[in-house]
């Protein structure tokens, strides 16, 4: 990737600390990173604090944050309600290794909000619910396989590792076995016409997975009624239906995506803001289907049926606190109606700035997100023809040379904005109109640079 363009060397000389410690990183974490999204070219940005809607770097320099915690914090950072509970908590203990109140009511706040949640089981992380979730449903179902779609990010444990930026034909990738992802069968996105061929012609599908958004958070949206259609297949079949509301629960309404459309799947998953920014997930569901976990009294149930499910940091106290204190502010505030309209706006804004620079990006998205369409094939599109189905997959997800958005991100970030790669971000309840400001003139500013650049 070029180093010497004028982006990357104006985003080096802002960030030498930053720079410094990624080449300590790379002697001691496997490509210098912890997470593949927090990697950017020439080097990450080292953060040292953050709160509400902006974080400072090892340099001091500050951002408006459109990462959010990978989406966690839908509150922003530190809100003041959260931060008490935690350290109300952390002076009482951060692990009792035994059950305590907290993660009762931490349910049952689920179980107000989430239609599907008859019972709540909580786990370490949203890869750990999808996995969990897809044993249940193999489990009760008995039967083997799942069916998941092209591009929806489930996490990466094995049976979902594969298929969402890469061997869409089910193929095993690296270290996965090929009998492992033989048990998942990918489908083309918002088709139910293959879905319904794929059911029609087999009876061993314990369930089908999907994203409710459409994948990556509505990178590539789902089309309008396909999720009641689904619902109303999925239940014909009798094959189980898992929403992944890792990303949508108590984002998209108090209740997720679920609520929203008002489809109620048999199983949800959840983590990010479910756990209030610590580490932790849920998989929530019916009570039959959840009770596949119930120890009895009875041996033989106990050794051969039942799904065991352990988990050190299940539902630990520091994150039942900062969960339980995040979903009841959720709950009771306008907090989602707030990043909605902040989201819309920033939408708009940074529309009107492409449109000036006669840029063929657009600005996109639902609810509290946005993507940028980097419009790789050059389309006279409209946002209307993404969410009418009319610009393909493989145009809106992963589609863009990867040169072009650590540039991207790196001009932004000149500009005090730090959005996702995927490109795009999470706003937050607390991200205000000056964010937004800021935000449309590091665009602008990164378009101008761009310019630049192209013409040499
Ligand atoms: C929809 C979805 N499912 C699952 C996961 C995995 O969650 P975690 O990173 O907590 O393992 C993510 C993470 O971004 C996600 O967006």
Redesign the pocket.
């Known amino acids: 990737m070029p180093c010497d363009s004028t982006i990357f060397s104006r985003y080096q000389a802002k960030t030498p600390s930053s720079a410094r410690l990624y080449q300590r990183a790379v002697n001691v974490l496997p490509g210098g990173v912890t997470?593949d999204t927090r990697y950017l070219h020439p080097h990450p940005l080292y953060i040292k604090r953050a709160s509400g809607a902006r974080k400072w770097d090892v340099d001091g320099n500050e951002y408006v944050d459109y990462i959010g915690g990978?989406?966690a914090l839908l509150l922003g950072h530190n809100d003041p309600f959260v931060v008490q509970a935690v350290q109300e908590q952390l002076a009482k203990g951060s692990h009792f290794g035994a059950a305590h109140e907290i993660e009762v009511q931490w349910g049952e706040q689920v179980q107000k909000m989430v239609p599907c949640a008859q019972k709540v089981r909580f786990t370490g992380?949203?890869?750990?619910?999808?996995l969990l979730a897809i044993r249940l449903a193999r489990a009760f179902t008995e039967k083997p396989k799942i069916v998941r779609f092209a591009g929806?990010?489930?996490?990466?444990h094995d049976q979902?590792a594969f298929g969402v930026t890469s061997h869409f034909d089910g193929t095993a990738p690296p270290g996965v076995l090929d009998d492992v992802a033989k048990g998942a069968i990918i489908c083309p996105a918002n088709d139910i016409e293959a879905l319904t061929r794929v059911l029609d012609d087999r009876n061993d599908v314990a369930a089908v997975i999907i994203?409710p958004s459409g994948a990556?958070?509505g990178l590539v949206p789902v089309m309008k009624g396909f999720l009641s259609r689904l619902r109303e297949l999925t239940q014909r079949k009798n094959v189980l239906l898992i929403f992944?509301?890792?990303?949508?629960g108590f984002r998209v309404a108090p209740g997720g995506a679920q609520e929203f459309y008002g489809v109620t799947p048999d199983l949800a998953?959840f983590?990010?803001i479910l756990a209030g920014g610590f580490?932790g997930?849920a998989v929530a569901g019916r009570r039959d289907v959840m009770d596949v976990m119930t120890l009895r009294d009875d041996r033989r149930w106990n050794l051969e049926h039942r799904v065991p499910h352990q988990g050190t940091f299940n539902a630990n106290p520091i994150t039942a606190a900062a969960g339980l204190a995040t979903l009841k502010l959720i709950a009771g505030s306008d907090a989602i109606a707030r990043a909605n309209r902040t989201a819309e706006m920033l939408r708009g804004r940074l529309n009107d700035v492409l449109r000036e620079a006669g840029s063929r990006w657009l600005a996109y998205g639902e609810f509290s997100g946005f993507h940028l369409f980097l419009n790789p094939a050059g389309r006279d599109a409209r946002i209307e023809d993404i969410y009418g189905g009319k610009v393909p997959q493989a145009e809106l997800k992963g589609a863009a040379p990867a040169a072009l958005v650590h540039q991207l991100r790196c001009g932004l970030i000149l500009g005090g904005a730090d959005i996702f790669p995927w490109p795009g971000g999470c706003v937050s309840s607390v991200h205000n109109q000056q964010d937004i400001e800021t935000t449309a003139a590091a665009l602008a500013e990164c378009l101008k640079l761009m310019e630049i650049e192209r013409r040499g």
């Open positions: 997470h990978h989406g992380s949203g890869t750990e619910s999808t929806h990010f489930h996490g990466w979902v994203e990556s958070f992944d509301e890792v990303i949508t998953t983590a990010k580490p997930g």
